[in-house]
């Protein structure tokens, strides 16, 4: 079999895109409420009053559905079991030919085993009717990038970890995501944040944003992350790509301890660009520079402190259905 057209750039044409709802108070405790209203108020920013791609509410349960048709009728609403929200590594990753990837899922490397997570993938393909294709390793779609010209950014944080595929190599993993997804060039960056419990996911750290253009922020003072940042810089720029410098929140605490936040976990719609905020100095900054670039585009900069509770941001809850 010949390997598929890469995944379109997620700037490409969306038919719609699936978001996950927050749906188990167990999990989410007192930001379950106001995580669903950031969830809805993201939702609504894509939708664009129409001009959007159609969204699709992804909830856990009946009630988690009842409650996502009431606060977001302009969505369409599913439901289908999962563990929690991020839509971005669990559901399927629609290859260039339409077709969805569905990978082995693991928790993040063992470390949320939550039911349905590992089958939510080949369900919502279902929903869809999509030709479905098991790929046997264990991949999430947090932790690629492409460019829809066969490009593709990674961290070996991430992908050569002993807690994803072990047996492994990296030529082996380089030729799966070739003959799995079509890529044609994978860019190897280094480590992703720091306390990133996904083990380094690139969507946090490098994002393109054009052929060959990947966006990397640049650090701030006492940024925890700086040499990540440069790393990243001179590993992409080794590559052959060009590197758009965009600006870092810097050092965000939650509890007093540093959070991998990043306005580089955006999500780009049809219609609009919606980037998280932190109540940063350089929230503003951030939404410009990004609104530079994407000039067709509205960028909507939106807080998401509640989904970060769960650890991740707008780009992690959410997957795209190109076309």
């Given at each position: 079999m010949f390997p598929p057209k890469p995944p379109a750039a997620e700037w490409a044409h969306h038919q719609a895109v699936?978001?996950?709802?927050?749906?188990?108070?167990?999990?989410?405790?007192?930001?379950?409420?106001?995580?669903?209203e950031e969830v809805v108020?993201?939702?609504?920013?894509?939708?664009?009053?129409?001009?959007?791609?159609?969204?699709?509410?992804?909830?856990?349960?009946?009630?988690?559905?009842?409650?996502?048709?009431?606060?977001?009728?302009?969505?369409?609403?599913?439901?289908?079991?999962?563990?929690?929200?991020?839509?971005?590594?669990?559901?399927?990753?629609?290859?260039?030919?339409?077709?969805?990837?569905d990978f082995e899922f693991n928790g993040w490397g063992g470390k949320y085993d939550l039911?349905?997570?590992?089958?939510?993938?080949?369900?919502?393909?279902?929903?869809?009717?999509?030709?479905?294709?098991?790929?046997d390793w264990v991949l999430e779609g947090g932790a690629i990038d492409g460019d829809g010209?066969?490009?593709?950014?990674?961290?070996?944080?991430?992908?050569?970890?002993?807690?994803?595929?072990?047996?492994l190599t990296e030529a082996e993993i380089a030729q799966r995501l070739r003959d799995d997804l079509g890529f044609t060039q994978i860019v190897w960056l280094g480590d992703g944040l720091l306390n990133d419990h996904t083990d380094g996911h690139v969507d946090n750290l490098a994002r393109f944003v054009g052929a060959g253009r990947v966006a990397i922020p640049e650090a701030t003072e006492n940024d925890p992350n700086w040499l990540?940042?440069?790393?990243?810089?001179?590993?992409?720029?080794?590559?052959?790509?060009?590197?758009?410098?965009?600006?870092?929140?810097?050092?965000?605490?939650?509890?007093?301890?540093?959070?991998?936040?990043?306005?580089?976990?955006?999500?780009?719609?049809?219609?609009?660009?919606?980037?998280?905020?932190?109540?940063?100095?350089?929230?503003?900054?951030?939404?410009?520079?990004?609104?530079?670039?994407?000039p067709d585009r509205q960028v909507v900069g939106q807080r998401a402190d509640h989904i970060l509770t769960g650890g991740g941001s707008f780009h992690c809850i959410s997957q795209q259905i190109p076309g």
């Open positions: 699936w978001i996950g709802f927050p749906s188990h108070a167990e999990l989410w405790l007192e930001d379950l409420d106001p995580a669903r108020a993201f939702a609504r920013a894509v939708h664009a009053g129409g001009k959007g791609e159609t969204v699709i509410l992804v909830a856990a349960d009946a009630e988690a559905g009842t409650v996502a048709e009431r606060l977001a009728p302009f969505a369409q609403v599913v439901v289908e079991p999962f563990g929690d929200i991020w839509l971005r590594d669990t559901a399927p990753i629609i290859a260039g030919d339409g077709s969805a990837r039911p349905g997570d590992d089958s939510i993938g080949r369900r919502l393909a279902d929903t869809r009717d999509l030709a479905v294709h098991a790929c010209t066969g490009v593709v950014v990674t961290t070996r944080q991430c992908l050569l970890n002993d807690n994803r595929n072990p047996t990540v940042y440069q790393h990243a810089r001179r590993d992409a720029e080794a590559a052959g790509l060009e590197v758009v410098g965009l600006p870092s929140p810097g050092r965000v605490l939650r509890d007093d301890e540093v959070v991998p936040a990043s306005y580089m976990n955006f999500y780009i719609g049809n219609a609009a660009v919606v980037v998280p905020l932190y109540g940063a100095e350089n929230d503003a900054a951030a939404v410009a520079a990004i609104q530079a670039i994407f």
